[in-house]
């Protein structure tokens, strides 16, 4: 699901994760429920995130799915990092730049799901990327 990248000569981190709904697997959006969290990393302690980007590359689909959002954010606040953001396009990207919107603790980040009308796992295709930089406070 998930690729780490650095950019050289930067001190930015970059995360890209894709998520995939496919048939067959992979089946990355797998919650029984109308929500799913799914870890992406754990954002160490004196960093910052400096951007998120929500991207959906296929728009997800599924019966009975009326409504499936995105968001990025700590266990603590689900859309910290990046409001909820609707996937079921694929004609829009969600930019968000926190300026530097940081925990004085390490945690960790997730991408957050909700869906209404049916289950997560109702979803039968699509594809969403979200790409998370992060870097160290000064």
Do not use: R, W
């Not at 000569?9 to 109308?34: C, E, M, R, W």
């Not at 959906?56 to 689900?78: E, Y």
């Not at 919107?101 to 979200?130: C, M, P, R, Y």
């Amino acid at each position: 699901m998930a690729n780490f990248q650095t950019i050289p000569d930067s001190n930015v981190i970059t995360y890209k994760f894709v998520f995939i709904q496919s048939n067959p697997a992979p089946l990355d959006f797998n919650s029984a429920t109308g929500s799913q969290s799914t870890f992406l990393f754990g954002m160490p302690a004196g960093y910052a995130v400096c951007a998120v980007k929500i991207n959906p590359q296929v728009a997800i689909v599924g019966p009975s799915l009326a409504t499936m959002t995105c968001s990025v954010g700590p266990n603590s606040s689900a859309a910290y990092y990046a409001p909820a953001y609707n996937i079921m396009q694929s004609a829009a990207v969600q930019i968000t730049s926190p300026l530097l919107e940081f925990q004085t603790t390490a945690h960790d980040v997730n991408a957050n799901f909700l869906s209404t009308g049916a289950s997560i796992n109702a979803a039968s295709a699509g594809q969403v990327e979200i790409t998370v930089q992060i870097q160290p406070l000064p």
